[in-house]
């Protein structure tokens, strides 16, 4: 068993709760997740631990509900196995049930391929069995009572299988970019301050991402939206699509309910129920 690790919550986002999740939130009070700060070891290429547990026995089932970023997971569960989840580029749904542990690694947007010797495009909206693609033994991250040994036993399977592959860092520095910068609204923009011609760049993230450029850019701008409106501030949806980049409220209307199955207004009225 290896020794535990030194493990930092990260700080919650919104109302406490992870960026992305448009699920009820008072369904969700009744599910425990905790998200841990990267360590030092593994800060370029993993975005954050995270773990949860429920007993849900008696009660109704809670509907997680997440618009997904373009990360993909090592997931360990104690009743569904261990998976790799891709890159989900639609909305991401799961029914929680019964009683349950799950503990995983989300990696940074890019990092798949430090530990996957396959183009990242191949796991997109898939979930594949862990075993079929490495030999393991998924007890050593759940079993432990302890997030702390169960991290340190992950990581130790994470540093096991560690690539190098120099493209893996500039695919992660360019998703930074578009998260870090709101003036990146376009592919074309996007390409320029990476010193990369378009169709290079869609090679890039297609091998490496597993999602468009374009799909990336809409959905943290998407993001952006569903926090804001659950923050509440007192914002218009003109204002929204303005700073996000949109052409007008009727486009950032149509792309966010696209995504989330409502409205921006549906979506205000439903979070709190």
């Not at 989840?85 to 639609?90: A, C, I, L, P, S």
């Not at 075993?131 to 050593?140: C, E, I, V, W």
């Not at 893996?168 to 996007?190: G, K, M, Q």
């Amino acid at each position: 068993m290896p020794a535990p690790i030194r493990l930092v919550k990260t700080r919650p986002t919104g109302h406490g709760r992870a960026r992305g999740l448009v699920s009820s939130r008072v369904s969700g009070q009744r599910v425990e997740a905790v998200s841990y700060a990267a360590t030092e070891r593994f800060a370029d290429v993993v975005a954050v631990y995270w773990s949860g547990r429920w007993d849900l026995r008696g009660q109704p089932p809670h509907v997680t509900e997440l618009l997904s970023d373009p990360c993909a997971n090592f997931v360990f569960e104690d009743s569904a196995g261990s998976r790799l989840v891709g890159v989900w580029t639609r909305l991401w749904k799961r029914t929680l049930a019964g009683k349950g542990r799950v503990r995983g690694v989300k990696l940074r947007a890019g990092a798949l391929r430090a530990f996957v010797d396959t183009p990242a495009f191949r796991f997109t909206n898939r979930i594949i069995p862990l075993h079929t693609l490495f030999d393991m033994d998924q007890l050593a991250v759940i079993e432990p009572e302890s997030d702390e040994e169960g991290f340190a036993a992950l990581e130790d399977w994470l540093s096991a299988r560690r690539l190098d592959d120099p493209h893996v860092s500039l695919a992660i520095a360019l998703v930074d970019r578009i998260v870090s910068d709101a003036e990146i609204t376009t592919v074309e923009r996007l390409a320029e301050v990476g010193g990369l011609g378009p169709r290079a760049l869609q090679r890039l993230f297609r091998e490496y991402v597993g999602a468009t450029p374009k799909w990336v850019i809409r959905r943290m701008r998407l993001q952006e939206v569903a926090l804001r409106i659950e923050r509440g501030e007192t914002v218009t949806l003109a204002q929204l699509a303005a700073d996000l980049g949109y052409t007008d409220q009727a486009h950032l209307t149509r792309d966010f309910k696209s995504a989330v199955g409502k409205s921006p207004k549906e979506f205000a009225r439903s979070i709190w129920v």
